[in-house]
């Protein structure tokens, strides 16, 4: 499937700004804003995953420098995320890490507009932050692009 980059630039700055306000060290807030860039160039790239509220699968296909064959499987949701190749859990996962495949989690969570984890506590389901706050923002970074090419 193909992505479209203007929703995922606001999905990605979006998910900025959820994380300024988290409560993390600013170690850790830089290593998520990292994934989230590195999730967000993959997606476009490499849009190679399979989407479901609950978990994303997604495939890492290593870059050229790497002698590995075949590519990596991941699963990923906000609280995990496993290889679904080697049976294992992602590396950076293990560490304690953010790693890019659950900030692509995160940043497809947004996307698509998935509310249902705030609707179970009496947040109205009309929030769409994609249609409704972010139309006006999107409509000159379209018209740029088509003039460019
Ligand atoms: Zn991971």
């Known amino acids: 499937m193909n992505i479209n980059h203007a929703h995922l630039e606001v999905a990605f700055s979006l998910s900025i700004d959820e994380l300024k306000k988290q409560n993390l060290p600013a170690h850790l807030k830089k290593r998520w804003a990292r994934a989230a860039a590195k999730a967000k160039e993959r997606l476009v790239e490499q849009p190679f995953f399979a989407w479901q509220p609950q978990a994303l699968l997604i495939v890492s296909v290593p870059s050229d420098a790497t002698s590995e064959i075949g590519c990596r499987f991941y699963e990923a949701n906000e609280l995990t995320c496993r290889r ?15 790693c890019w495949h659950r900030a692509a989690f995160l940043l497809l ?14 947040v109205e389901n009309e929030f769409s932050p994609l249609e409704k706050n972010c139309q006006p923002k999107l409509t000159p970074l379209v018209d740029t692009s088509a003039n460019r090419s």
């Open 109 to 122: 969570k947004i996307y698509f507009g998935e509310t249902s984890a705030n609707s179970s506590n009496g």
């Open 84 to 98: 679904v190749d080697k049976s294992g859990l992602c590396e950076a996962f293990f560490e304690g890490f953010p």
